[in-house]
């Protein structure tokens, strides 16, 4: 049987590939239509992935006009891929519902006849036979490799659009809610493991990281202690996480953890053995007591946070 055709569509917000984007294109053999904001600039992150890349300035993202523009486009597509971002996952059925397929969500692995998913919450791995043409949401991996390579050429296309789409109309965006988002899409994670002491320092961890802007994550031990929801545990067996910015409170650093962080642009680590996994990775090796460095932080964040400190620093001051 000869291989099937497929094409990656991964959709772009101000030059920024969403996660999940990398493995889409390779799941695409390289073959790779970029759409959205930014598309020249975020083509240079798909650097030792592809050579050459289709790119379409569309502008603001807008799921239906998109797929209705896109779906000539890839509709001589046997497999067409999108990465499991929120847009990815908006974009995927509208796309799926033009070209008259199913959809397969959360694929972790994409071969011709077979594609397999993650269900119930990754704990059981499902194939799936393809037959037919598709529609298919591909999951992170467990984690980003170092990309090498030239940047890709980007060829512009300019898919013919048309106004009887009727999309949503965006009044108002808003932050995320970083005690509630999904640790994937999470830019900063402040983690803790064993070496904290009880549940309530985990109410104390997630206190701290929404005072920094930051998600509560968890070891597997934490969780299977019943401390933190499943939800919050990074690792392999949870959640794969790409943060920028990394802390770990009392984490010795397994490589079930290791494995599901990515590749973080800084880690910071605090642990009172010097010579732990996580130690060696971070780029700031704290050696003190996880607890009582999280109890200090979250008391100056909360003087910090108090203007009664600043006015009695004042009065002080006058005297």
Do not use: K
Not at 15 to 35: E, M, Q, Y
Not at 228 to 233: D, G, I, L
Not at 263 to 270: E, L, N, R
Request: hydrophobic share 45%; with cysteine.
């Amino acid at each position: 049987m000869s291989p099937r055709s497929r094409v990656a569509v991964v959709p772009v917000r101000d030059a920024t590939l969403p996660a999940g984007s990398i493995d889409a294109a390779r799941a695409a053999d390289g073959h790779v239509i970029l759409v959205g904001a930014g598309v020249r600039a975020a083509a240079e992150s798909l650097s030792g992935v592809t050579a050459r890349v289709s790119a379409w300035e569309a502008g603001s993202f807008a799921a239906g006009a998109w797929a209705e523009a896109l779906a000539p486009e890839v509709s001589g597509s046997d497999i067409v891929v999108l990465p499991a971002s929120p847009d990815g996952r908006d974009l995927a059925p509208r796309l799926a519902a033009l070209l008259g397929r199913p959809v397969l969500a959360g694929a972790v692995a994409v071969r011709d006849d077979v594609v397999s998913t993650a269900c119930l919450g990754g704990g059981v791995l499902a194939d799936h036979l393809v037959t037919e043409p598709i529609v298919v949401t591909v999951q992170p991996g467990p984690g980003r490799d170092v990309l090498r390579g030239a940047v890709p050429e980007v060829e512009a296309i300019e898919p013919t659009t048309t106004t009887g789409t009727r999309d949503a109309v965006v009044v108002e965006v808003l932050p995320p809610d970083v005690t509630t988002m999904d640790l994937a899409e999470s830019r900063r994670i402040l983690g803790g493991g064993a070496g904290l002491d009880s549940a309530e320092r985990f109410a104390e961890l997630t206190a701290v990281a929404t005072a920094l802007g930051a998600s509560m994550g968890a070891t597997r031990v934490v969780t299977d202690r019943g401390w933190v929801a499943h939800s919050r545990q990074i690792g392999t067996t949870g959640v794969v996480v790409a943060p920028e910015l990394y802390l770990a409170f009392g984490i010795s650093g397994a490589v079930q953890h290791t494995a599901g962080l990515g590749d973080p642009d800084h880690v910071i680590s605090i642990n009172t053995d010097p010579h732990c996994p996580m130690m060696a990775m971070a780029d700031l090796a704290v050696v003190a007591d996880a607890n009582a460095t999280l109890e200090e932080l979250a008391s100056r964040l909360s003087e910090a946070a108090d203007p009664r400190v600043d006015e009695s620093a004042e009065v002080r001051a006058d005297a």
